[in-house]
């Protein structure tokens, strides 16, 4: 009996062992993702930045989203700053889509593996006084392995607070001007039978180094009324047949324009160019008649 006992004991403290050992592996082995915020004690009317970073553990990771939750009642958004980190290409560009929440979602080609690498940073206005906390939600992280596996990521146990008040120090964010345009971008127009409705949409995305993207502007037509859009961006003419631009604008309200005119735009244009011609030598001809009559 004495035997099975010690026999049983040692079986339970293998397993027990074995199951710390995994536990421990896979925390370690897990990408970490976390948010830093600064400074934590502000007065109302001062900023504070929220940095999001990355330490992959020595994976190599290539697709990241998630939220970023804020309280609107302490908080406003005051620039999201996109530019120069790890991710290079924004497939959903960081964006206040709810009140409280910022969504996002990016891509970088070839991986990336390291630490502390910035995904993005937020720049808030405390607005009143009170305490309020950062958090990360719905993170997820894929492998660059060519099959989109997930990626297990690990978070903080404890997001960060912020405190308004008026007993806070004078710091502030320090900002980086930003005079210089979006970067160059193109626009397409897609098609397919399987989303939206099989319609045309028009596909455009950009970067700002600096500051970040704040609003897209599309406007169909050269005497268009603009709207403020994303991509992909339904055509309200489907024919497409209008001269294209967007305007991408950077939260210091530098422009970069990129213009569309397809070949049933440049068709159309010309019809009217021609009417226009037709319709001015017809003038012409008439006065002249007028002139030469007795």
């Not at 990016?106 to 390291?114: E, R, S």
């Amino acid at each position: 009996m004495m035997h099975c006992a010690m026999t049983h004991t040692r079986r339970y403290i293998l397993l027990t062992g074995a199951a710390i050992f995994l536990l421990a592996a896979t925390s370690a082995s897990a990408a970490r993702l976390s948010v830093g915020v600064e400074p934590v004690s502000v007065k109302s009317g001062s900023k504070v930045i929220a940095t999001v970073t990355l330490d992959t553990e020595g994976e190599l990771l290539n697709a990241f989203e998630g939220n970023i939750l804020f309280p609107t009642d302490l908080f406003i958004v005051k620039e999201l700053r996109d530019g120069n980190t790890l991710v290079n290409v924004w497939i959903e560009p960081p964006r206040e889509r709810e009140p409280g929440r910022i969504s996002f979602s990016g891509i970088t080609p070839g991986g990336y593996n390291g630490k502390r690498g910035t995904l993005l940073s937020v720049v808030f206005e405390a607005i009143k006084e009170g305490e309020g906390i950062v958090s990360l939600d719905k993170i997820q992280v894929l492998k660059n392995d060519g099959e989109g596996t997930l990626a297990s990521i690990s978070l903080p146990s404890v997001s960060p607070s912020v405190m308004v008040s008026k007993e806070a120090g004078s710091s502030d964010v320090s900002e980086t001007p930003d005079t210089e345009s979006p970067e160059p971008f193109s626009l397409e127009v897609m098609q397919n039978e399987g989303v939206f409705d099989g319609k045309q949409v028009l596909i455009f995305a950009t970067q700002d180094k600096i500051s970040g993207i704040n609003y897209y502007e599309v406007c169909e037509g050269i005497l268009a009324t603009c709207v403020r859009a994303e991509s992909p961006y339904v055509l309200k003419y489907q024919r497409a047949d209008r001269y294209i631009t967007v305007k991408a604008v950077d939260f210091y309200g530098n422009e970069r324009v990129a213009v569309l005119f397809t070949s049933r735009a440049a068709w159309r244009y010309a019809f009217y160019l021609i009417i226009g011609i037709l319709f001015i030598a017809g003038c012409v001809y008439f006065v002249r008649r007028m002139k030469l009559k007795p």
